[in-house]
């Protein structure tokens, strides 16, 4: 059992800056692959990012391309996402999720991934 807990959510302001920060519960945090996602209200949870368990292999959905980066640090057993230049359409709660895979295979379904964290809120103002 993986516990994923999420933090970094708020407000900002639209052009701004904002980090999100996803802590494991594992010692091995670096045989999952990475991801995050986010559900805007009365919308399906959609794919945002995801890092291989290296953290060498990034993807990313077309909409966040350029403004937001994944990343992770397996010595602390935390991934990230860095928003920068956020829009108001970014706003939504975001969750951070683990795939029990050492493969190069990123993947972007979310019933492909075994753990969730709570989410937390991201509100971006215009």
């Known amino acids: 059992q993986v516990r994923l807990v999420e933090s970094g959510g708020g407000l900002v302001q639209a052009g701004g800056s904002l980090r999100l920060s996803c802590a494991a519960s594992?010692?091995?945090?670096?045989?999952?692959?990475m991801g995050w996602f986010r559900q805007a209200p009365g919308k399906e949870r959609e794919f945002v990012a995801a890092i291989s368990w290296s953290g060498g292999i990034t993807l990313y959905a077309d909409s966040v391309k350029g403004r937001i980066t994944i990343s992770r640090d397996n010595n602390k057993n935390t991934e990230y996402l860095q928003m920068n230049n956020p829009k108001p359409e970014d706003t939504a709660v975001y969750y951070c999720?683990?795939?029990?895979?050492?493969?190069?295979?990123?993947?972007?379904?979310?019933?492909?991934?075994?753990?969730w964290g709570q989410g937390t809120q991201v509100a971006v103002s215009s």
């Open positions: 594992t010692v091995t945090f670096d045989f999952y692959t």
């Open positions: 999720a683990a795939d029990y895979c050492r493969g190069t295979r990123l993947r972007y379904v979310p019933r492909d991934y075994e753990y």
